[in-house]
Protein backbone atom coordinates (compact mmCIF):
# COMPACT_ATOMS: atom_id res chain seq x y z
CA UNK A 1 0.00 0.00 0.00
CA UNK A 2 1.31 3.55 -1.30
CA UNK A 3 1.74 6.29 1.53
CA UNK A 4 -0.62 7.76 0.14
CA UNK A 5 -3.32 5.57 0.32
CA UNK A 6 -1.92 4.64 4.03
CA UNK A 7 -2.72 8.37 4.44
CA UNK A 8 -5.92 7.99 3.08
CA UNK A 9 -6.96 5.28 4.60
CA UNK A 10 -5.90 7.10 7.94
CA UNK A 11 -8.02 9.76 7.16
CA UNK A 12 -11.13 7.69 6.78
CA UNK A 13 -11.04 6.16 9.86
CA UNK A 14 -10.58 8.84 11.70
CA UNK A 15 -13.10 10.66 10.14
CA UNK A 16 -15.16 7.95 10.49
CA UNK A 17 -14.37 7.39 14.07
CA UNK A 18 -14.99 11.39 15.07
CA UNK A 19 -17.96 11.60 12.75
CA UNK A 20 -19.35 8.38 14.78
CA UNK A 21 -19.17 10.40 18.22
CA UNK A 22 -20.74 13.28 18.50
CA UNK A 23 -22.77 12.91 21.77
CA UNK A 24 -19.85 12.03 23.63
CA UNK A 25 -17.77 14.73 22.40
CA UNK A 26 -20.65 17.20 23.79
CA UNK A 27 -20.68 15.05 27.07
CA UNK A 28 -16.95 15.83 27.86
CA UNK A 29 -17.61 19.99 28.01
CA UNK A 30 -18.13 20.82 31.43
CA UNK A 31 -19.18 24.35 30.73
CA UNK A 32 -20.03 26.04 27.50
CA UNK A 33 -16.82 28.42 27.23
CA UNK A 34 -14.49 24.52 27.16
CA UNK A 35 -16.81 23.33 24.19
CA UNK A 36 -16.40 27.20 22.51
CA UNK A 37 -12.79 27.05 23.02
CA UNK A 38 -12.58 23.70 21.89
CA UNK A 39 -14.36 23.81 18.34
CA UNK A 40 -12.39 27.79 17.76
CA UNK A 41 -8.97 25.76 18.15
CA UNK A 42 -10.71 22.89 16.05
CA UNK A 43 -11.28 25.37 13.94
CA UNK A 44 -8.02 27.07 13.91
CA UNK A 45 -6.26 23.86 12.44
CA UNK A 46 -8.57 23.22 9.90
CA UNK A 47 -7.96 26.20 8.49
CA UNK A 48 -3.78 26.17 8.54
CA UNK A 49 -4.15 22.52 6.93
CA UNK A 50 -7.07 23.77 4.28
CA UNK A 51 -4.82 26.69 3.48
CA UNK A 52 -1.68 24.92 2.78
CA UNK A 53 -3.65 22.98 0.12
CA UNK A 54 -5.42 26.58 -1.39
CA UNK A 55 -2.03 28.14 -1.14
CA UNK A 56 -0.98 25.24 -3.72
CA UNK A 57 -4.14 25.46 -5.85
CA UNK A 58 -3.70 28.77 -6.47
CA UNK A 59 -0.18 28.71 -7.42
CA UNK A 60 0.86 31.10 -4.52
CA UNK A 61 3.27 27.79 -3.38
CA UNK A 62 4.17 24.51 -6.04
CA UNK A 63 2.26 22.17 -6.04
CA UNK A 64 3.78 18.93 -3.94
CA UNK A 65 1.54 15.81 -3.97
CA UNK A 66 2.83 14.69 -0.76
CA UNK A 67 2.24 18.24 1.12
CA UNK A 68 -1.32 17.82 -0.18
CA UNK A 69 -1.94 14.61 0.82
CA UNK A 70 0.01 15.13 4.33
CA UNK A 71 -2.75 18.47 4.73
CA UNK A 72 -5.64 16.80 3.34
CA UNK A 73 -5.97 13.89 5.57
CA UNK A 74 -5.12 16.34 8.77
CA UNK A 75 -8.26 18.27 6.89
CA UNK A 76 -10.39 15.19 6.87
CA UNK A 77 -9.62 14.05 10.26
CA UNK A 78 -10.33 17.40 11.91
CA UNK A 79 -12.63 18.48 9.77
CA UNK A 80 -15.92 16.34 12.32
CA UNK A 81 -13.86 17.89 15.57
CA UNK A 82 -15.88 21.68 15.24
CA UNK A 83 -19.28 20.47 15.42
CA UNK A 84 -19.29 18.36 18.09
CA UNK A 85 -18.41 21.70 20.00
CA UNK A 86 -21.92 23.14 19.00
CA UNK A 87 -24.03 21.23 21.70
CA UNK A 88 -27.07 22.73 23.25
CA UNK A 89 -25.91 25.60 25.55
CA UNK A 90 -22.42 25.84 24.04
CA UNK A 91 -24.38 29.77 22.41
CA UNK A 92 -22.92 31.44 25.23
CA UNK A 93 -19.99 31.93 28.03
CA UNK A 94 -17.24 33.16 25.53
CA UNK A 95 -16.69 35.49 22.69
CA UNK A 96 -17.41 33.51 19.28
CA UNK A 97 -18.82 34.13 15.99
CA UNK A 98 -21.51 31.92 15.88
CA UNK A 99 -25.02 33.19 14.66
CA UNK A 100 -27.72 32.35 16.77
CA UNK A 101 -29.52 30.43 13.67
CA UNK A 102 -26.68 27.47 14.52
CA UNK A 103 -28.85 26.67 17.29
CA UNK A 104 -32.20 27.77 16.18
CA UNK A 105 -32.35 25.65 12.89
CA UNK A 106 -30.12 22.88 14.27
CA UNK A 107 -30.77 20.67 11.29
CA UNK A 108 -30.30 23.10 8.49
CA UNK A 109 -26.80 23.43 10.58
CA UNK A 110 -26.48 19.89 11.13
CA UNK A 111 -27.28 19.32 6.65
CA UNK A 112 -24.31 22.19 6.26
CA UNK A 113 -21.63 20.74 7.82
CA UNK A 114 -22.49 17.11 6.30
CA UNK A 115 -21.81 18.82 3.07
CA UNK A 116 -18.70 20.36 4.54
CA UNK A 117 -17.23 17.08 5.67
CA UNK A 118 -18.44 15.29 2.41
CA UNK A 119 -16.95 17.89 0.38
CA UNK A 120 -13.48 17.60 2.52
CA UNK A 121 -13.49 13.53 2.38
CA UNK A 122 -12.71 13.99 -1.48
CA UNK A 123 -9.20 16.00 -0.75
CA UNK A 124 -7.38 13.10 0.15
CA UNK A 125 -8.01 10.89 -3.24
CA UNK A 126 -7.57 13.91 -5.42
CA UNK A 127 -4.16 14.79 -3.81
CA UNK A 128 -2.40 13.18 -6.09
CA UNK A 129 -3.18 15.41 -9.37
CA UNK A 130 -3.55 18.69 -9.33
CA UNK A 131 -6.33 19.23 -11.39
CA UNK A 132 -8.37 16.95 -9.37
CA UNK A 133 -7.42 18.73 -6.10
CA UNK A 134 -8.11 22.32 -7.41
CA UNK A 135 -11.29 21.19 -8.35
CA UNK A 136 -12.04 19.12 -4.65
CA UNK A 137 -10.74 21.90 -2.97
CA UNK A 138 -13.05 24.48 -4.97
CA UNK A 139 -16.13 22.44 -3.57
CA UNK A 140 -15.34 22.28 -0.01
CA UNK A 141 -14.25 25.40 -0.26
CA UNK A 142 -17.45 26.48 -1.30
CA UNK A 143 -19.31 24.53 1.42
CA UNK A 144 -17.10 26.28 4.33
CA UNK A 145 -18.25 29.71 2.20
CA UNK A 146 -22.08 28.10 2.41
CA UNK A 147 -21.72 27.65 5.98
CA UNK A 148 -20.13 30.67 6.92
CA UNK A 149 -22.85 32.51 5.10
CA UNK A 150 -25.11 31.04 6.89
CA UNK A 151 -23.61 30.35 10.45
CA UNK A 152 -21.28 32.91 11.40
CA UNK A 153 -21.23 36.73 12.57
CA UNK A 154 -19.01 38.66 9.99
Not at 10 to 33: C, D, G, M, R, Y
Not at 81 to 89: D, E, M, Q, V
Not at 138 to 150: E, L, P
Request: proline letters at 5%; charged letters at 20%.
Amino acid sequence: MSRLSRLSFSAAIIASTLALSPIAAQAQFAKSEDAIKYRQGAFTVLAAHFGRIGAMVNGRVPYDAKVAAENAAVVVAVSALPITAFGPGTDSGREHRAKPEVWRDAAKFKAAADRMTDAIAKLPAAAGDPAALKTAFGAAAASCKGCHDDFRKD
